[in-house]
């Protein structure tokens, strides 16, 4: 109780979540490679439409860097080779058939190999740098790596459990994680903090309210990152991960994900591919009548087809996404006032994790002042970190947007320099 | 992708029910003259507002309620309809409503009505609110504090300052219940007030320094006139506080990590 109060953030609505113990393993009969929200990959094609795959195989290279791959999320029949104009990614669906495994070749376990590692297995893709919320370049160096065992997003699968009976690999990863950067590596986690970590790495304690198991709050309260000094953070599971990639050369097969949403029957939790199709996760659990599938979470969440590259939640919502009919007189006015005004109340101090200035942030982040809203700490945060003040305030447009908006600009200006 | 509910006019609203207590026991002592005053006041506000959002496309706010409870309460007694009128229309206009309406003002507009009604007719006396209002107006605080649409450290701070000046024996007794009501209705609005934390704990610490300063130097001032002065001078001063916390938090920060 008392952790609670000196937590700071939001106590939302509770959602139903999965309560029964097992986690079953649903491979869904359809995959796709797809690039994360807001990255634009320009991409070379390994294979054509049609070829037999192995899970764990390169499919496609980045032109930026070729020694950056993504791979088959599973083994099967690549269907359909989607690419926008440029050679930028659009999805690569795969049909699920066989079961073969790509077997990586671990190289040495010096910082170029593991690097390699990682980029050759598709891994690096589970990567990424704050500012700007994308992959990493190749060459990169971070300043420091946060990696996430907690998530207090609702309705998020809880990493611990995901990690549980792989904690010798969880180890390993973190382990060769501290070998990828000079600054220190930070384990975010929940609860006891009873997770193994070689020495050298620093535990924190996340509270157990929302926002304060998002990387975002952590790495802006412990470290933010600069436009010269980038902060990667990762998902405990894929450190797991990384751990068996360089004991067995196999790529895991699965992760843990939860289905939730009031258009479900009842919530699940379960295993399934990265990329997965969400029709395919919620197939015999959805109640009747017209729903929208979201990857991510209620909060942060996006309407999609397939489960977002570092995506842990699958979101059924009920009803369509087109807006309630508004009298055109009251739609005109709404239009004219935007945005609207954000009114400072304790709700959204407390949505932005209490140590942020939160109405400072938000006039900076609605007025375009890149300058002042990187002082507060933007270049920490990413869309998901603003998505609970979004939530909180209802704002149009959206908060979120408006710092994407920004954080775009002010690439744009490092590009250029 | 789901939405909350704490927009604008939500906060708006909630604001207006904690004030009910104060609304509901200045009218019981009021009466009918009282409830006249707040017709005209809320019509005057609707009025203003009905014509930004014609003329301005700027959509109206129950904000405009709020004001005009405030001013119909607070407002010298015995003003004739042409001053009152010309008062609540410079407040509303000029301070909230060519700024893009109630979120986007710097000064609360009831604070500068009263403000020009009191400095520019010094000859209308303040009235004399009963002291119920006063006690009325520690559940609006709480209620505000707690649905988070009122500063609370701001309102804390002053009280304590407060309870300190009435402990040290100072002669802040006939001031106490209007600075309570200003501090309640004018101060406490999370709009024109200091929004960062350490921006709330000065804020609160100067309306109560201000008070006592008025309690013990102006002569022949009203309690209510030197509580909407204050009012006046914490308000012009949230941005600059505002300011002084930032600036603290960054080197805060700086310190940090460099």
Redesign the interface.
């Known amino acids: 109780m008392f952790t609670n109060l000196r937590s700071q953030g939001l106590r939302l609505p509770a959602i139903a979540v999965a309560t029964t113990a097992d986690c079953p393993v649903v491979l869904t009969d359809e995959a796709a490679i797809t690039a994360a929200r807001n990255e634009e990959l320009r991409v070379d094609m390994l294979v054509g439409e049609d070829a037999l795959v192995a899970q764990g195989q390169p499919l496609l290279r980045l032109r930026s860097d070729p020694r950056i791959a993504l791979v088959a999320p599973m083994a099967g029949r690549v269907a359909r080779i989607e690419l926008a104009p440029g050679r930028r990614l659009g999805q690569v669906v795969l049909f699920r058939e066989g079961d073969d495994r790509h077997v990586h070749s671990a190289g040495p376990q010096d910082e170029a190999g593991l690097r390699a590692l990682l980029q050759g297995s598709g891994l690096w893709q589970s990567l990424r740098r704050r500012p700007f919320g994308r992959m990493p370049g190749g060459d990169e160096a971070a300043a420091t790596i946060f990696v996430m065992a907690c998530d207090t997003r609702p309705g998020a699968p809880d990493p611990r459990l995901a990690l549980r009976g792989q904690e010798d690999e969880f180890a390993a990863g973190l382990a060769a994680l501290q070998r990828l950067t000079k600054g220190p590596v930070w384990l975010c986690e929940a609860g006891a903090g009873d997770l193994p970590a070689p020495t050298g790495v620093r535990r924190v304690g996340c509270g157990p309210l929302h926002p304060q198991g998002l990387p975002g709050m952590q790495i802006h309260r412990l470290h933010p990152a600069r436009t010269d000094a980038p902060v990667w953070d990762i998902h405990a599971e894929d450190v797991a991960d990384f751990g068996a990639l360089i004991a067995t050369g196999l790529l895991a097969q699965t992760r843990a994900v939860s289905v939730t949403g009031a258009a479900l029957r009842e919530p699940r939790r379960l295993r399934c591919q990265q990329g997965a199709d969400l029709r395919g996760l919620g197939h015999g659990y959805l109640r009747p009548g017209p729903h929208r599938m979201l990857s991510g979470s209620a909060l942060d969440g996006h309407q999609a087809q397939w489960l977002a590259p570092r995506d842990r939640q699958a979101t059924f919502l009920p009803g369509t996404s087109t807006p309630a009919h508004r009298h055109w007189f009251a739609a005109a006015l709404r239009r004219a006032a935007r945005p609207m005004p954000i009114i400072p109340t304790a709700a959204l101090e407390q949505a932005l994790g209490g140590d942020i200035p939160a109405h400072a942030l938000i006039r900076a982040l609605a007025s375009g002042d890149s300058e002042a809203a990187a002082r507060l700490g933007a270049l920490s945060l990413l869309e998901e970190d603003l998505a609970l003040a979004d939530y909180v305030t209802g704002a149009e447009p959206r908060i979120s947007a408006q710092l994407r908006v920004l954080l775009d600009a002010i690439a744009i200006e490092e590009d250029a320099a | ?8 006019e939500m ?2 609203l909630v604001l207006l029910a904690a004030v009910m207590p104060m609304a509901l026991a200045w009218l019981w002592y009021g009466g009918s003259a009282a409830f006249g005053r707040l017709i005209l006041t809320l019509f005057l506000s609707g009025f203003w507002h009905l014509v930004f ?1 014609l003329a301005r ?3 109206p706010s129950f904000a405009g309620a709020l004001t005009a409870l405030a001013v119909a309460m607070l407002a010298p007694a015995d003003l004739s309809l042409f001053q009152l009128v010309l008062g609540i229309s410079f407040g509303v206009v000029m301070a909230e409503l060519v700024m ?5 003002n710097v000064l609360h507009p009831a604070t500068v009505t009263l403000a020009f009604l009191g400095f520019g007719f010094p000859a209308a006396a303040w009235p004399d609110l009963p002291l119920p209002l006063a006690w009325a107006a520690i559940p609006a605080a709480l209620i505000g504090m707690v649905a ?2 009122m ?2 450290r701001i309102v804390l701070v002053a009280a304590l300052v407060g309870a300190a000046a009435v402990w040290a024996g100072l002669p802040v007794g006939p001031v106490l219940p209007a600075a309570g009501i200003v501090l309640v209705l004018l101060v406490g609005d ?2 024109a007030s200091a ?3 350490l921006g709330g704990w000065l804020s609160g610490l100067l309306y109560g320094g201000l008070m006592i300063l008025f309690a013990l130097q102006w002569q022949q001032a009203a309690p209510l006139q030197m509580a909407v002065s204050a009012a006046l001078l914490v308000s012009l001063a949230a941005p600059l506080l ?1 300011e002084i ?2 600036s603290a ?2 080197a805060g ?1 700086k310190r940090r ?1 460099g």
């Open positions: 992708m789901t939405r909350g509910l704490w927009d604008r906060v708006a959002m496309a700027q959509p893009g309406g109630w979120g986007r988070g649409v500063p609370v999370p709009v929004s960062t934390r505002d916390a930032i938090w960054l920060r990590h």
